[in-house]
């Protein structure tokens, strides 16, 4: 299958890309050789490439910088989207296009999870945008594939757990106040690079959630990663209240992967297992990069 990924280069778009290369054909263009905002671009790589499939793994992804960004936050998570879309239906392309659970409002009393048919009501900026970008995929690309995920972790790129351990390192910091009343299911990307591989391959359509199995709190979480590390500090729970951020979060980001299960497709993992196995292959590195 020929594939073309766009963010490429990011925390999610590098495990998609080294997962599927193996046995699928990959073009992954930089930002600066293909920026998805501009229409005329999407067009001419799709027109040449002619993809069978095209992976949208490029997206504005800073919740709080969304906030006061709002028109490049539309320009990356709407238009590009867009823009995708029009070619896809073009050249009779599918469309494989990453959501969040920042589309609920998290209301739901945890550990009661969201599914894919249930009501959404996103709380930011950030949310807002890639609900309208999952109606804009819905309505324009025949051929797509929504695949909603959270509280992302990988090698690649900025996430909650590298920004823990960076501060668990600093001397100059005694200890760490972390939110405890946000439930979520940890989720390692390379996990759903795998699961996106298995749903092209199976002819997957439509709306899907893929988050690891189970959940936790930020406190927790951080918790079990600084000991898996062998990183010791001491940490303190906290409420959200007590924590401000320009983006308010869903109190509830728990998502449940009801259609995989109901295809038989489902590779998620529990939380705890992928971030041992994490751990194992990428700590001492993740470390040092940590350190300076």
């Known amino acids: 299958m020929k594939i073309l990924v766009t963010g490429g280069a990011g925390l999610l778009g590098r495990d998609c890309c080294e997962v599927l290369a193996g046995r699928h054909e990959i073009i992954a263009p930089s930002w600066e050789e293909l920026d998805i ?9 799709v027109a040449r490439f002619h993809p069978e499939a095209i992976l949208n793994c490029a997206a504005f992804t800073q919740v709080d910088l969304c906030e006061s960004e709002r028109e490049q936050a539309v320009q990356a998570n709407v238009i590009g989207p867009r823009n995708l879309a029009v070619s896809a239906a073009r050249h009779g392309a599918r469309l494989v296009h990453f959501s969040t659970d920042y589309v609920f409002d998290g209301q739901k009393p945890p550990p009661e999870p969201y599914q894919e048919d249930d009501a959404t009501g996103p709380l930011s900026w950030y949310g807002r945008t890639k609900l309208e970008s999952e109606m804009v995929v819905r309505s324009t690309a025949p051929r797509h594939l929504i695949c909603r995920t959270s509280w992302l972790y990988g090698r690649h790129g900025s996430s909650f757990l590298k920004k823990i351990l960076t501060l668990a390192l600093s001397p100059a ?78 109190g509830n980001a728990i998502l449940e992967n009801r259609r995989l299960k109901e295809e038989g497709l489902n590779l998620m993992r529990p939380w705890q297992e992928d971030l041992a196995e994490f751990v194992a292959a990428w700590g001492e590195e993740l470390i040092r990069e940590a350190a300076g």
Do not use: M, N
């Open 173 to 250: 910091i005694p200890e760490l106040k972390v939110v405890d009343d946000q439930f979520g299911s940890p989720t390692w990307s390379r996990r759903v690079a795998e699961q996106v591989a298995r749903l092209l391959e199976a002819g997957g359509q439509g709306l899907y959630h893929a988050s690891a199995e189970g959940y936790c709190t930020w406190y927790e979480l951080a918790q079990v990663f600084l000991k898996l590390l062998g990183a010791p500090k001491t940490i303190r729970p906290c409420p959200t209240w007590a924590y401000p951020t320009p983006a308010v979060r869903p």
């Open 37 to 45: 905002s501009e229409p005329d671009q999407v067009e001419a790589w």
